[in-house]
């Protein structure tokens, strides 16, 4: 079964807009943490913000914060004020036990 | 350069040959793990070492695929008898704590192609 969903293959945003990418999950660990990473062109996976899931805030980095909904089982990713740098793959992942399992991606292009 | 670092970046070989892939983690992580992405896909899980005992293997990884961590610190993943399925970027990343609450740094990746 899929532990990790992310239902838009691609998303389109204005340069200076926010977007939101979804991910929704699955798991009945009461203890795991859920990460978003940056895939661009180039291949590197790049860590961009993480939530505990007995975090009691949903967390922020810089332009980037997470909306976690704990009871739907969503941790998705704003970004505010898009650069054309944003453009990327992004990757949902949640740590469950010992492991880090991905969903597919979101491919992000940021448009000027 | 103090992250995860992979080597070779890139790697063709004819389909039949054995390949290895050598991964250097963050120096102080005690956890390792290697994954495998294929184009437009996100990384598919093959195994993780904490420090130097594979503590759990994908069912991906089949038979003839072997890691190691000898000594806690690098890593080898070595791909035999390759076939053309085995085409993919393998991704290595390292991490310090145990639990869930610590961020994975990942490599930039070994692209094998399989021709």
């Known amino acids: 079964a899929q532990k990790i969903t992310q239902t838009q293959p691609g998303m389109f945003v204005q340069e200076k807009e926010a977007v939101t990418l979804d991910c929704t999950y699955d798991t009945s660990d009461p203890s795991y943490g859920l990460f978003w990473y940056k895939q661009p062109s180039s291949g590197e996976m790049i860590f961009l913000i993480y939530q505990g899931s007995y975090d009691q805030q949903n967390a922020t980095e810089g332009r980037y914060s997470l909306n976690f909904q704990k009871a739907r089982k969503s941790a998705n990713l704003v970004i505010s004020a898009s650069q054309l740098g944003d453009s990327a793959m992004y990757f949902c992942a949640m740590c469950e036990g010992q492991n880090f399992v991905f969903g597919p991606g979101t491919r992000l292009s940021v448009l000027p | 350069d103090t992250g995860v670092s992979q080597d070779p970046r890139h790697k063709i070989t004819k389909r039949g040959q054995n390949v290895t892939f050598r991964c250097d983690p963050i120096s102080e992580h005690n956890r390792l793990y290697w994954y495998r992405q294929t184009l437009g896909q996100g990384p598919e899980f093959l195994t993780y070492f904490q420090n130097e005992a594979q503590l759990e293997k994908s069912r991906l990884l089949s038979d003839r695929f072997s890691a190691e961590r000898p000594k806690g610190s690098f890593s080898t993943l070595e791909i035999q008898r390759t076939e053309q399925g085995d085409s993919a970027m393998y991704l290595c990343?390292?991490?310090?704590?145990?639990?869930?609450?610590?961020?994975?740094?990942f490599g930039q990746g070994t692209r094998l192609t399989v021709v």
């Open positions: 990343a390292s991490s310090l704590k145990q639990g869930a609450n610590t961020e994975a740094f």
